[in-house]
Structure formats: structure tokens, C-alpha cells
């Protein structure tokens, strides 16, 4: 089993910045793919980032190219996402999330098998 705990949400302005990070613990971590998504009101958990293991390959939503960065630290068990350049319609709960069953990068959420509760942005315009 893994556990999965997102951090790092909270207000901030339009043009402004933030860094999520998911906290693993439990069995596994090593070797598996992480991601990010998204689900804002009223619309579909959608894909942000991914990155594979150890971290050499990365994956990203072309709403958030150029402006958000996923990074992981293994030694210390944790994801990252890095976001600069937050505008209103990144507001949204986002999760992270860890693929059992790869190594490799994968955006599909139905290929993710562990989810945090989510961690809340909002971005106000």
C-alpha cells in the first residue's frame, strides 16, 4: 500500500506562483511513475503532469507547458510541482498520484492506481 499526502495549495494572484508537493509513504515508491491532475467544478479530473522513474522522462498538459514543472526527489519519497504564471483557470483541486505498474510516463487517470485527497488552488484574477 501506498499513502499519498498533497501540500502546498492555497490563494495566490494571477501571474503568481506555487510549489505542490506529494509526500509518499507505505510500501512502494521506488520504481513506479508519478502524476499530477486536476478537477475543477463541474468538469472532468483532467491530466497536468507525469514523470517517470527516477525522473528522466516527463509528460505535460499543453495548458500548463512553459509554466509548471514536475520534479521528484526520491531520497526523500516526494513529488513536486513547481507552477509560475498561475492564471484564474488553473484554480482547481489537484492530485497527485503514483502508476503501479510502470515506470514509464502515462497520462491517462485511469492508469494511476494510488490518489491523494487533493490540495486546493485557487487563483484570483
Known amino acids: 500500500q501506498v499513502q499519498l499526502v498533497e501540500s502546498g495549495g492555497g490563494l495566490v494572484q494571477a501571474g503568481g506562483s506555487l510549489r505542490l508537493s506529494c509526500a509518499a509513504s507505505?510500501?512502494?515508491?521506488?520504481?513506479?511513475?508519478m502524476g499530477w491532475f486536476r478537477q475543477a467544478p463541474g468538469k472532468e479530473r483532467e491530466f497536468v503532469a507525469a514523470?517517470?522513474?527516477?525522473?528522466?522522462?516527463?509528460a505535460y498538459a499543453d495548458s500548463v507547458k512553459g509554466r509548471f514543472t514536475i520534479s521528484r526527489d526520491n531520497a526523500k519519497r516526494t513529488m513536486y510541482l513547481q507552477m509560475n504564471g498561475l492564471k484564474p483557470e488553473d484554480t482547481a483541486v489537484y492530485y497527485c498520484?503514483?502508476?503501479?505498474?510502470?515506470?514509464?510516463?502515462?497520462?491517462?487517470?485511469?492508469?494511476?492506481?494510488?490518489w491523494g485527497q487533493g490540495t486546493q488552488v485557487t487563483v484570483s484574477s
Open positions: 507505505g510500501r512502494t515508491f521506488s520504481f513506479y511513475a
Open positions: 498520484a503514483l502508476d503501479r505498474l510502470t515506470n514509464q510516463v502515462r497520462m491517462s487517470s485511469d492508469a494511476f492506481d494510488y
Open positions: 514523470i517517470s522513474w527516477p525522473g528522466a522522462n516527463t
